[in-house]
């Protein structure tokens, strides 16, 4: 059973070519961005991220110009799990994989970046290449993998830790084209207060939360433990947010009962992929 559900967990967020991917990042020799054991490694690879992958994608729906050009150009129906697997696989290689391998993650996401433009409703243009927009979905997202990890991850981090993760998400940040972005948790905090006179649920906004939330593209039997996933991460949502974008009501304590399980859950599950990775990563850093 545990293999079972590691292998369905795995093969939704990483793909179908996943195990592929997991090898190639782990286990080729080289230089890396980031050091085993760094903060930014413990919480990227933690099973919390489920959770804060969620909340960042709510979160990121309120900004008008960020989700039309979603919306627009590369849509969440018929491949919301394509955009996660590609997004998973991101992540990973900027965290885990090799220097030259993050580079060419980066370099493919600008690139696309490069083509993604248009007009709001009212004549206002967007670009994804806008700093700041390219700030908005890079505050958003740390926020959310931190939140969740300082709720649900394993080896929760000290302050320090967390102003160290915020740093290192930095540096990544910059290469997508972010102008000074924050670098330590009050900054992140901040920067994303600086955002809400912006935020508003449009349309789009509501559709894709309607369609993630309530009407995900997942087997029947995978909709209840992706519905608790769904709760832990609205309960970390700000309050302001979960009206507007028509989010269920939670209780903030069920909420988190529910993320805690969760998560402790998908630890169980996918331990095995953690540890080959952990394996390949070892022996590729022995050359």
């Known amino acids: 059973m545990r293999a079972r559900l590691g292998q369905a967990l795995f093969l939704r967020v990483a793909g179908p070519d996943?195990?592929?991917h997991r090898d190639r990042i782990h286990g080729t020799p080289g230089p890396r961005w980031f050091e085993r054991g760094s903060p930014i490694t413990v919480v990227h690879g933690d099973a919390s991220m489920y959770v804060g992958g969620i909340r960042a994608v709510l979160l990121q729906t309120m900004q008008p110009q960020a989700?039309?050009?979603?919306?627009e150009h590369s849509g969440y129906r018929g491949d919301m799990w394509g955009r996660l697997a590609r997004t998973s696989r991101f992540l990973?290689?900027?965290t885990f994989g090799t220097a030259e391998?993050?580079?060419?993650?980066?370099?493919?996401?600008?690139?696309?970046h490069d083509r993604v433009r248009g007009t709001m409703p009212d004549g206002t243009p967007y670009d994804a290449t806008d700093p700041h927009l390219l700030e908005w979905v890079h505050v958003a997202e740390i926020q959310s993998f931190l939140l969740a990890h300082r709720r649900y991850g394993a080896r929760p981090l000290d302050q320090a830790g967390y102003d160290e993760y915020v740093a290192q998400a930095a540096f990544v940040a910059r290469?997508?084209?972010?102008?000074?972005?924050?670098?330590?948790?009050a900054e992140l905090d901040a920067a994303v207060d600086r955002?809400?006179?912006e935020l508003r649920a449009i349309d789009h906004a509501r559709d894709a939360v309607a369609y993630l939330v309530r009407e995900p593209d997942l087997p029947l039997v995978a909709r209840p433990p992706y519905r608790i996933l769904v709760t832990a991460a609205v309960g970390l949502m700000p309050v302001w947010t979960r009206a507007p974008l028509g989010l269920p009501e939670v209780h903030d304590r069920t909420a988190d009962l529910l993320g805690r399980a969760a998560?402790?859950?998908?630890?169980?599950?996918t331990a095995p992929?953690?540890?080959v990775a952990a394996r390949l990563h070892v022996e590729a850093a022995a050359g």
């Open 273 to 275: 992929d953690r540890a």
């Open 18 to 20: 996943g195990a592929r």
């Open 263 to 269: 998560t402790r859950t998908v630890r169980w599950a």
């Open 175 to 185: 290469k997508l084209g972010v102008i000074d972005p924050p670098t330590t948790e």
């Open 195 to 197: 955002f809400r006179p």
């Open 101 to 112: 391998h993050a580079q060419q993650a980066v370099d493919v996401v600008r690139a696309i």
């Open 67 to 71: 989700m039309t050009a979603v919306a």
């Open 92 to 94: 990973a290689v900027t």
